[in-house]
C-alpha cells in the first residue's frame, strides 16, 4: 500500500510539474504579446483619465506576473514532491504538504477572481466614453492625442472591427471631430483589412472612410470592437482558469497522498 502511494504521489507530482510549466508558458506569451486594446485604455489614461475609471489596466497586467510567480512555485515545489516521495523523508513531505495546501488556497481564489468580472461595465463603458475623445485631425506624432489615435487605428486593424458596438458608433453626436467636415465618418483603421485579404490602396481606404456601408459590409470589418475584445478575453481566460483547475485536482490529490505517506513513514 505504501508503494502504492509513494509512486501515485511521484506520478501526480511529474503531472503537476507538467502542468505548471504549461502555465508559466501561458503566462509568458500574455506578457510578450499584450493584446492592442490594453495599449488603447493607456493611451486614454494620458488623454482623458476620467474615461477609464471603470478600467484598472494595472489590474490586468499585475494578474499576468502573479500567474507567473505561482506556476513558478508550482514547478519548484512539485520538484521537491517528487524527490520527498522517492526519499520517504517525513520531514519533507510535512513541509511538502503545508506548501501545497497554502498555494491550493490561492490557486482556487485566483480561479475563481480570474473567471469573474463585469466585461460591460470594464470595457464597454470605458470604449463608449473613449470614442468621443478620437480627433482625426491630429497630426503631431509627439502629443498624447496622435499616439491615442494611433492605438484606436491599431486595435481596429488588429482585431478586425470598427466602433464599439459597430460602425455607426463613430458618427454619434458629441465626437470632438466632426467627420462631415471632411466627408469622411470612420477612422482608417476600419479601412486597412478587407474581407477578401487583398491590400488596400490610399484610394480604397479614403473611399471606405467615406462609405455608409453598415456593419454587415461585404468589402469591410464593420462589425464591433467590444464583441471581438470580449470573445478574445473570454477565451484566454477559459484557457487559463482550465490549465489552473487542472492543476487544482491534481494539488488536491497530491496533498491527500502526501499526508498518507507522513502517517505511514515512521
Known amino acids: ?25 501561458l503566462g509568458i506569451w500574455v506578457v510578450v504579446d499584450k493584446p492592442s486594446f490594453l495599449d488603447l485604455f493607456e493611451e486614454a489614461q494620458n488623454v482623458a483619465p476620467e474615461i477609464t475609471d471603470g478600467f484598472n489596466v494595472e489590474i490586468y497586467t499585475s494578474a499576468v506576473y502573479i500567474l507567473l510567480v505561482v506556476s513558478a512555485l508550482v514547478v519548484v515545489v512539485s520538484f521537491f514532491g517528487c524527490c520527498g516521495a522517492i526519499k520517504e523523508n517525513k520531514c519533507m513531505l510535512g513541509t511538502y504538504f503545508t506548501l501545497i495546501l497554502a498555494m491550493f488556497i490561492v490557486m482556487v481564489v485566483g480561479a475563481v477572481l480570474g473567471y469573474s468580472g463585469d466585461l460591460e461595465k470594464t470595457i464597454k463603458n470605458p470604449l463608449k466614453s473613449a470614442l468621443s475623445k478620437y480627433k482625426d485631425d491630429v497630426t503631431d506624432n509627439t502629443t498624447p492625442e496622435f499616439a491615442y489615435k494611433a492605438a484606436w487605428n491599431e486595435v481596429q486593424k488588429e482585431l478586425k472591427c470598427c466602433g464599439v458596438d459597430d460602425v455607426s458608433d463613430w458618427t454619434l453626436p458629441g465626437n470632438d471631430f466632426h467627420w ?48 471581438m475584445i470580449k470573445d478574445e478575453i473570454e477565451e484566454n481566460q477559459n484557457l487559463v482558469v482550465g490549465v489552473a483547475i487542472g492543476v487544482v485536482a491534481v494539488m488536491f490529490l497530491n496533498m491527500m497522498f502526501s499526508f498518507a505517506m507522513c502517517t505511514m513513514v515512521k
Open 180 to 227: 462631415d467636415t471632411v466627408g469622411v465618418n470612420k477612422p482608417e483603421g476600419c479601412c486597412m483589412v478587407k474581407k477578401d485579404g487583398a491590400a488596400t490602396s490610399e484610394a480604397e481606404k479614403l473611399t471606405c472612410r467615406k462609405s455608409t456601408e453598415g456593419p454587415t459590409s461585404a468589402a469591410y470589418y464593420f462589425n464591433g470592437c467590444y464583441t
Open 1 to 25: 500500500m505504501s508503494n502504492l502511494v509513494k509512486y501515485l504521489l511521484f506520478t501526480t507530482n511529474f503531472l503537476i510539474f507538467v502542468l505548471g510549466i504549461a502555465v508559466f508558458g
